[in-house]
């Protein structure tokens, strides 16, 4: 799949929701030429490489309705769940970014696209405390399978029918290794329709097994 625009995203969608992602790059493209949303090096492939590859969290998963994502960054895949809950009329994505300059631009992409979203300028670690409930969790390109599984488990705790839905790249094996010497965790692995080696990690009744050793995290 070569994605260049909303028409082509791997889920059929309303006139009005292709018009809100296409809003969604526009002012993406404005913003990204004075800070840093995405590495510089993929600005050219905006729709292949992160819109689209966004919505297939909510192609695998589209009946969660109270999402949170973490690290939100740029927008993704938090801000393309948002927009696409904005067609069901349903559904809402707590947005956790730390960087103010990041939280600001998310703001603004809610406000032109009518996205159900909410942005936290707050650490995971605060959010954690502030935002007690979730169905899915979602998180791209912020940490290893081990760290992101700490980030959720006060949320996997409360609840424990929680979802969440990692991004990962060809080196996801090795990180469900690793992750497995801590963690219990029931898993499904999508593979990308998007990106060769990389695939989307399903991963549900998350437990700890094992706590760290000390100063490792």
């Known amino acids: 799949m070569n994605t260049k625009n909303a028409s082509d995203i791997g889920i059929d969608v309303s006139r009005e929701t292709r018009e809100r992602l296409e809003r969604f790059a526009s002012l993406f493209q404005k913003w990204a030429s004075t800070i840093n949303l995405i590495a510089p090096s993929t600005k050219g492939s905006l729709w292949h490489r992160h819109i689209a590859d966004s919505a297939q969290i909510f192609r695998i998963s589209p009946e969660a309705k109270h999402w949170l994502d973490l690290g939100s960054g ?6 393309i769940t948002a927009i696409l809950l904005a067609e069901k009329g349903e559904g809402w994505v707590d947005l956790v970014e730390s960087n103010h300059k990041k939280a600001s631009f998310l703001r603004m992409a809610i406000a032109e696209t009518g996205a159900r979203a909410a942005v936290h300028p ?4 605060e959010a954690q405390q502030k935002l007690l409930e979730s169905d899915a969790i979602s998180a791209r390109a ?3 399978l081990d760290q992101l599984l700490a980030f959720t488990e006060p949320w996997a705790k409360r609840n424990p029918l929680l979802q ?3 991004h990962k790249g060809r080196d996801y094996r090795a990180e ?13 692995i999508h593979e990308s329709a ?24």
């Open 74 to 79: 740029g927008g993704f895949p938090g801000m």
């Open 176 to 188: 469900i290794d690793k992750a497995r010497g801590r963690w219990s965790f029931d898993l499904v």
């Open 164 to 166: 969440c839905y990692f």
């Open 194 to 217: 998007i990106e060769p080696d990389s695939v989307i990690l399903e991963l549900a009744t998350i437990r700890r097994i094992s706590q760290p050793a000390s100063g490792a995290e």
């Open 122 to 125: 707050i650490r995971i670690e």
């Open 142 to 144: 912020l940490a290893d």
